[in-house]
């Protein structure tokens, strides 16, 4: 799949310009309503003074996993519909919710016939479970690009994905790029709203999901989080819950443009 450069796409970032090399081609070039060009590390459009839209109908992937699950809850409290593209059932019953279990190749003909207000990636797989850079790719790019490209032809105007902290479509390694490309994919996209997020290392109930090198660090985390600081922070570990809680918040968002939110912007978007 030929991906253009994410550089080629005015994607925007939450926290300043020129902070760390893997945003450089995200440089706005001024500055944007609410926010002074000496702001550091501000969102361009603060949570408290954006117009907020209400969510009516959200269309989700990836709404069996740690962050997708919590957003779902997140989205359902507020009285919005979600539909939920899945491989295996939930096993939630709720008012307004809505899962389609069935095979990846016949979401995007579904996704089309439903729309909504906003559609959601926090589809996502791993090295052990997919078994091959293949079939990782297949999960965590092409599924997620021909979600957004079906959603957008359904008429849905705002995406919000989850990507990774250190996402560079020119990285030498293998996650980072690939999670980089799924990037400039969704920006190659016709969204009125792009909102990329890149948290640090999730922390949050996964069961046997996790790999021991991942359980380790997790329990190592505050100690670490605490030498994370500055530009830094971004790489902390930050608790699935609060990466939901902003998702849900920035699905109310209703300014137009491409964002790029690191673990600072999650927090604000978090408290609101």
């Given at each position: ?122 589809l996502g797989t791993t090295a052990r479970s997919a078994g091959s850079d293949e ?120 300014a137009p443009g491409r964002f790029v939110h690191h673990n600072r912007d999650l ?6």
């Open positions: 799949m030929a991906v253009p450069p994410l550089d080629a796409f005015p994607l925007v970032s939450s926290v300043q310009s020129g902070a760390c090399p893997e945003i450089q081609a995200l440089r706005p070039t001024a500055p944007a309503p609410g926010r002074s060009s000496g702001d550091p590390g501000l969102a361009f459009f603060s949570p408290r003074s954006n117009p907020k839209l209400m969510v009516h109908r959200a269309l989700l992937i990836g709404g069996t996993g740690l962050v997708g699950r919590l957003t779902a809850d997140r989205l359902l409290a507020r009285g919005a519909e979600v539909h939920a593209w899945l491989r295996r059932t939930a096993g939630r019953s709720a008012p307004g919710w809505r899962e389609h279990v069935v095979p990846p190749d016949e979401w995007p003909a579904l996704v089309r016939t439903i729309g909504g207000d906003v559609a959601i990636s926090a079939a990782y790719r297949a999960v965590d790019l092409d599924m997620v690009v021909a979600f957004a490209r079906a959603a957008g032809e359904s008429g849905v105007r705002h995406m919000i994905a989850v990507s990774s902290v250190g996402a560079d479509a020119d990285s030498r390694l293998f996650y980072p790029r690939l999670k980089g490309e799924m990037e400039a994919a969704l920006a190659g996209l016709a969204f009125d709203r792009l909102d990329v997020v890149r948290p640090g290392l999730l922390r949050g109930e996964r069961g046997a999901d996790r790999r021991l090198k991942e359980r380790i660090a997790i329990l190592v985390s505050p100690a670490v989080n605490l030498l994370l600081r500055g530009r830094l922070d971004r790489y902390a570990a930050i608790d699935a819950a609060i990466v939901a809680e902003a998702i849900a918040a920035l699905a109310q968002e209703a927090y604000r978007l978090a408290r609101g």
